[in-house]
């Protein structure tokens, strides 16, 4: 659960719910991809499955600067993640969330511990490195299958 988000799952006026809905979270802590879901500056939707880091506040990714999805971010903060279960994948977990903060990993450490998460023996840094950064999300809404 979100720390400071406690409750019932209370939901908001669309019937989003404000929680994690008991038994999903399990989906977040799990090495499951997460297909981050922008807006571009022309207002076309873009999806991207990424590997993401959940600490029970935040989301974060790995990503550079020289990409489309942060731009995309820096134009709009708002995003939407969603994890399936890879063992039963019509269940699934949405979060709508906001940017909350870009940090430079000018080392790629965040890289690393990411490919270590996802099954990666030995993870070097990346080539890109220089251009890394952390993009962390905050869930504000959720909603299940």
């Known amino acids: ?29 799990q090495p499951n991809f997460g297909h981050l879901a922008t807006v571009r500056p ?14 029970g506040e935040l989301l974060r990714f790995t990503h550079t600067t020289r990409r489309a999805k942060l731009r995309n971010i820096e134009h709009n903060p708002h995003v939407a993640v ?13 979060a709508r969330c906001v940017l909350e903060s870009v940090t430079p990993d000018p080392t790629g450490a965040f890289y690393v511990k990411l490919a270590e998460r996802y099954g990666m023996e030995n993870p070097a840094p990346p080539p ?8 962390a999300v905050r869930p504000f809404a959720y909603s299940k299958q």
């Open 82 to 94: 969603s994890v399936l279960d890879a063992a039963k994948p019509y269940q699934y977990l949405q």
């Open 42 to 55: 022309d207002g076309d939707p873009a999806v991207t499955p990424m590997w993401f880091e959940w600490d």
């Open 1 to 29: 659960m979100i720390a400071g988000v406690r409750g019932a799952g209370a939901r908001g006026q669309d019937g989003a719910m404000n929680a994690i809905p008991e038994g999903y979270e399990e989906l977040l802590l």
């Open 128 to 135: 890109d490195s220089a251009d890394r950064v952390i993009i």
